[in-house]
Structure formats: C-alpha cells, structure tokens
C-alpha cells in the first residue's frame, strides 16, 4: 500500500507549543546517558576492584583478626583457642577460618654473597585454600633440603625502600625468585640450614609463608612442640563490610585489620553512588515518559475531530496508533545512539584517568550496556504505542 | 455482499400506528448491483438510517447484517476492512477536512485502498466543474463545489455499496445530473449497490426500488 504517515501527517498537529516536546526530549537524553554511564561505570567498578582484590576470590573476602593487646592482657597467652576458632566457624557470616601457625624455634635469613644480609625471620604456615597465589612448586616433604616461601609483596616494597640506603641491590617481583636464601633453623633439640627459594608473592596475607607440612616437621623437630599457637587467624567471608561480622568481632574482642577492608569499603560507596545515579537516571526517564505522554494527550485533543474523520473514512485503528507511534523512532534512536557515544566517551575517560590502572578492561562498552539500550529502545516505543492506542480508544 | 435491515427502529422513535414507514420495523434486504431509493420529509430519520448502515452509530433496534453478521458485532478493525473495500458514503455534512485542499481530500481517500488513479481525480473534478478548485482550501469552496468534493471522495475506492444521504441539496439541475451521470457510471463499473436518501423520488433513474420512511 502506498499509505504512510505522511498523508496524514499534516492532519495531526502538535500545535505550536512544541517546547514540552524538546524538554521531554532533552530529559529522555539526559536519562538514558545517566542510566547506561552508571551501569558502565558499575561495571567498572565491580570488574576494576574485583582484579585487583587479592583478599577478593570466588566471591569471599579473606580478612586478618587478632585479638586486641591490652594493658591488662598484657603477657598473657592470646593466642586462639581451639574453642575460638570453633565459635568462628559456626558463625553465619564466616565461611572458613584459619590459623596462622608460626614457628617456635629460632630462624635466621642470610642471603649468601650476592646480598650480603642477615636477620632474625619468623615463618608462618596457613592452610593452602587461604593463600592467593599458590603455584604448585609450594610443598615440602621431610628430607628436602630446599624450602618454598611465599612472601608478602608488602615485605619486598620494604625490602626496597630501604635497600639502597644500605648498600643493597633492589629486587623486582621476577627477580627475587633467583635469589637464594639460606634459612638457619636452630632448637634445642638441633639445628640444620635450608635452602629456600622465593616462589611466589602474595597480596593478601603479611607474613613469610611455609608449607604447613614443614612447619609441623620443623617446630616437632626443632622443639618437640605439637601444641597450636594462632595469634593471627584469617577468616574467609562473603562480605567484609557486614556490620553484624563487624560488631560481632567487636564483642569477641578480636582486632579487625579496618586497613583492609578499606577498599571494600570504598568499593560499597562507590557502588552505591553509582546505583544512586542509575536510579536517578531511571526516574528521569519515567519523568520525560510522562511529559511524553502529555504531550501526546494534547496532540491527539488537537488533531480529535481529524483523527474521527480519518477513522469514519476508513482508516485502521490499529494503523493509526502504530504510524503516529512510529514517528517517534527516529528521535528515540537519535537519543539512544548520542547517549551510547557519550557512554562510550565517558568510558574510555575512565579508563584513562581512572584511578586504578588496568588493561583488562575492555574498551567497548559491557555486553549489558547495549543490552540495556536496546530493552530500552523496545520499552520506550512500546509504552508510546500503548500510549497512543489509549488515546485513540477514547476518541472513538 | 449483502445487507439486510432487520426490524430497525431508532431508539429514540416512538411510532404510533397511524404512521406508515416502509423501513422503520420492516425487513429489508440491499444486494449488489441494486438502487434503492429512500425517499421522507426533514426529521423523518434519512440520515441516521445511512449511519445506521454505515455503522456510526448504535442507537437503533433490530438488526442490521452485513453478509449475514450483526454489524454491532464488529470491532473498529472490521469496519475500518469494509469502509475500505466495500462500503462508500457520502455524508449530508460532507465531512470534510476544513484546512486542506480539494485534492488532499480526495487523495486521502484514494490512497487508503486505491481504485484508481491520481489522474482520476482532474478527471471527475473537470466532469463536474471544480478542476480550478482542486488546490483550494476547502474551507473555502461553496457548499455545492464541497458537495462535488466529497462526491469524488466517495467514488475513489472499491466498493459494493454506495449509500448517499442528501448529495446534491446545494446543486444546481445540469450539476447535478452530471454527478448523477459520474455515481451511475462508477457504481456500474463496480456492479455495486446505491442506496439513496433524499426529499423527494430521483427522475434520474428507471426501475430503482423506492421506499418512504
């Protein structure tokens, strides 16, 4: 059929008070860009602090506790009782706990020639699930010479802070794998020298890391000493920031590292003020629909008497509503299209500025984005057609 | 297609017996190809009997079929279908609209379900004498070159019944034989049925039915 809008076109008037049209127009705009940047921007973040989250894996936080040193516990024993660690365990917010058992005999460092240093070290084991960075060469069975450490990365970022101050070589993160160190482990019930290789560096747990299976053999060996002293436990969480964890901690007396639930936290704000705006953003769309939808009011009041004669003619209802509502699509489409380069602008400036210096993300929009924009293409256009329909059931 | 008249009385009528009306609670049947006269006085219901049958409005009593269906029983989608098809009117008030010109008028209905083309149009205005009026706003033509506006507007699709209600009240004899000439012509070509209501009977036509509201 020939028919399109255009014959009917000038018979439809808007009137001349077209200005409602471009505000809803302007604040369809304004919406869909706050709503797509905040969904982006919560992507983002949501991907940004997830990478680079070390105490973050599958969804659970691993946080440190120790129990708080007082005056009056002073020189007691605070370490962790069986019983304390039973009590964590049974608590609905916990998922796992874990000891970090250290060593009882008397450890020494040297570094051999190429580092020509020396210190007293302590040494830590912990439960394998609860370390970040664990590569298979991290075991150790009795009679080998040669002893895998896990090192906090803190610990290095120390080590070359103050290294040129004493003459000493900075190391980089591969570097430090090749140096060798020499672990002088000595009790009253012997001594012997390991030999030790750095093989991995962890963000998550402060501690020079052993295989537990040496730690057991060593503190036997060394003491004679099978007993658990944990005077830092880690916990595995799903959400470090829960208050009722917070305060239950609090009431245990149990000292909570709030260092590292920092990043949480700013990670929950802003989330927080990126939903804010996505909300936002969705109400200022419901607000354009609804001068939208005021505006179409008044068009069809306008244009009542031409639309009855078109539709005493002979003209479909149902053609009418869906042409009147299609004149829309190229404006809907225009707004959509500028919002989308916005957000693609506003994504990219993120990744350039952006605090956190990531490659991983991608420099396209997330896949939910385009996704979000076309369900709001569909829905904007369906709530005008029904919009439209109504409008014309009344007139009839 | 058919169109029957089953017992229609308008709501609003009360009849008393001495009045005598032929379509008023009778049965009447309209088939393709047939001219039907209904011939009444002002104020005696021509004009809603033609919306009646071209389902504009409700207010009656009996039954009116459309190929054996109660068009009450139609929705908006079923008469948009016949006006575009099947069924052609033209209105004592013309119906026109006011801001447009002739030719949009007439265009707005021949491209809604075409039967013939653009040219058609110079054809039937030069016929009855308004071809210097097709570029004219409507609002102001005369009543009577309105009368041949909406005539040519009628006559720009299929249909198989034409109903007219009053259509040359303002023209003059020659111009309104030479409509009379065109409607005959186009109903002809259709083999369609012309369901005419006016004051008085046509001498236009011979062998029509004539019936009196």
């Not at chain 1, 002073?74 to 019983?83: I, L, V, Y």
């Not at chain 1, 003020?273 to 939808?293: D, E, T, W």
């Not at chain 1, 939910?368 to 076309?374: E, F, G, K």
């Not at chain 2, 209905?109 to 149009?121: C, E, F, M, S, T």
């Amino acid at each position: 059929m020939l028919l399109t809008y255009k014959n009917i076109q000038p018979l439809i008037t808007s009137g001349k008070n077209v200005f409602s049209k471009w505000i809803g127009y302007f604040g369809l705009w304004i919406g869909v860009v706050l709503l797509l940047v905040s969904l982006q921007l919560f992507i983002n973040i949501q991907q940004l602090l997830k990478e680079n989250t070390p105490r973050k894996s599958g969804g659970y936080d691993f946080i440190s506790i120790s129990k708080i040193i007082t005056n009056e516990n002073m020189g007691m024993d605070n370490s962790f009782t069986k019983t304390d660690l039973n009590k964590l365990k049974l608590q609905p917010d916990i998922a796992d706990v874990a000891p970090l058992i250290s060593n009882k005999f008397r450890v020494q460092a040297t570094a051999g020639d190429l580092i020509p240093f020396s210190t007293d070290l302590f040494l830590e084991s912990i439960n394998d699930n609860f370390i970040d960075t664990i590569p298979p060469t991290f075991s150790w069975q009795p009679g080998q010479l040669v002893v895998p450490i896990i090192l906090s990365s803190d610990f290095l970022e120390i080590y070359n802070v103050f290294a040129p101050a004493q003459d000493l070589p900075q190391l980089s993160q591969k570097t430090i794998s090749s140096v060798n160190i020499i672990l002088e482990c000595t009790g009253p019930y012997g001594k012997q020298n390991f030999k030790c290789n750095i093989v991995a560096l962890s963000d998550r747990i402060n501690s020079v890391l052993v295989p537990s299976s040496f730690m057991r053999w060593s503190n036997w060996h060394f003491m004679e000493d099978t007993t658990v002293h944990a005077s830092r436990i880690y916990i595995k969480t799903k959400d470090a920031n829960d208050p009722a964890l917070i305060s239950y901690l609090d009431q245990q007396g149990y000292h909570l590292n709030k260092d590292k639930v920092k990043f949480s936290r700013i990670k929950s704000v802003l989330q927080n003020i990126v939903s804010a705006l996505g909300v936002f953003g969705i109400l200022v769309i419901v607000l354009s629909l609804m001068l939208f939808s005021f505006y179409l009011q008044l068009m069809i009041a306008k244009s009542k008497s031409n639309l009855r004669l078109l539709l005493t003619l002979g003209y479909s209802p149902q053609w009418l509503a869906t042409s009147v509502a299609k004149t829309w699509l190229p404006i809907y489409i225009l707004i959509i299209v500028t919002a989308l380069i916005v957000t693609e602008i506003l994504h990219l400036l993120f990744l350039q500025f952006s605090f956190v210096s990531n490659a991983e993300l991608p420099y396209l929009l997330h896949w939910i984005v385009w996704l979000a924009t076309i369900v709001l293409l569909a829905l904007t256009m369906l709530i005008n057609l029904r919009l439209v329909k109504k409008e014309l059931q009344i007139i009839l | 297609m058919e169109i029957h008249l089953r017992k229609i009385k308008p709501e609003y009528f009360t009849l008393s017996g001495k009045e005598v009306s032929q379509v008023w609670q009778h049965d009447i049947s309209i088939i393709k190809g047939e001219h039907l006269q209904i011939v009444a006085p002002s104020g005696s219901g021509k004009t809603s009997l033609i919306h009646f049958i071209y389902g504009l409005r409700k207010d009656y009593s009996g039954t009116i079929l459309y190929d054996n269906v109660n068009i009450k029983k139609f929705s908006t989608e079923d008469f948009s279908a016949f006006r575009q098809n099947k069924i052609s009117v033209i209105f004592q008030d013309l119906r026109l609209f006011e801001n447009q010109t002739a030719r949009e008028n007439i265009e707005i209905k021949r491209v809604l379900n075409p039967y013939h083309q653009p040219g058609a149009i110079d054809r039937m205005a030069r016929k009855l004498g308004i071809e210097n009026k097709l570029n004219q706003q409507v609002k102001i033509c005369s009543y009577g070159e309105q009368q041949r506006i909406a005539i040519i507007r009628a006559l720009m699709q299929p249909f198989e019944f034409l109903l007219l209600d009053e259509p040359y009240s303002h023209l003059d004899e020659e111009n309104k034989n030479k409509a009379m000439e065109l409607i005959d012509e186009e109903c002809d070509q259709r083999n369609a049925a012309m369901v005419f209501a006016d004051l008085k009977p046509l001498n236009f036509f011979t062998g029509e039915k004539i019936v009196y509201l």
